[in-house]
């Protein structure tokens, strides 16, 4: 019903930035009514809360590791949201996705609570 494609990501020097996009689709997809998450995913590890974003509020929350240094926005006419990414640094490698959450209104750290994934794009990051 929700289709999520992720963009952006690719090798970077520590230090540098990345913006990833994720365009969202479907037949009744509204983007004020869902929140929009991202996640990440090294090798071996859990995937873990990066941002999110709630639907017509826009309101945001971010992990711990990356306040400060990332900033999730959206763009609800375009259904894309966007993952502003500076001071990269190499514990930022991983496969980043993102998510929608038909619960608008939360902004979740929550992986389960997310009702739609995208395939993921690499971010590698290099010392």
């Known amino acids: 019903q929700v289709q999520l494609v992720e963009s952006g990501g690719g090798l970077v020097q520590a230090g540098g930035s990345l913006r990833l996009s994720c365009a969202a689709s479907?037949?009744?997809?509204?983007?004020?009514?869902?929140?929009m998450g991202w996640f990440r995913q090294a090798p071996g590890k859990e995937r873990e809360f990066v941002a999110a974003?709630?639907?017509?509020?826009?309101?945001?929350d971010y992990a711990d590791s990356v306040k400060g240094r990332f900033t999730i926005s959206r763009d609800n006419a375009a259904n894309t949201v966007y993952l502003q990414m500076n001071s990269l640094e190499p514990e930022d490698t991983a496969v980043y996705y993102c998510?929608?959450?038909?619960?608008?209104?939360?902004?979740?750290?929550?992986?389960?609570?997310?009702?739609?994934w995208g395939q993921g794009t690499q971010v590698t990051v290099s010392s």
């Open positions: 998510a929608a959450d038909r619960d608008y209104w939360r902004a979740s750290g929550n992986r389960y609570e997310y009702d739609y």
């Open positions: 479907g037949r009744t997809f509204d983007g004020r009514r869902y929140t």
């Open positions: 974003i709630t639907g017509s509020a826009g309101r945001t």
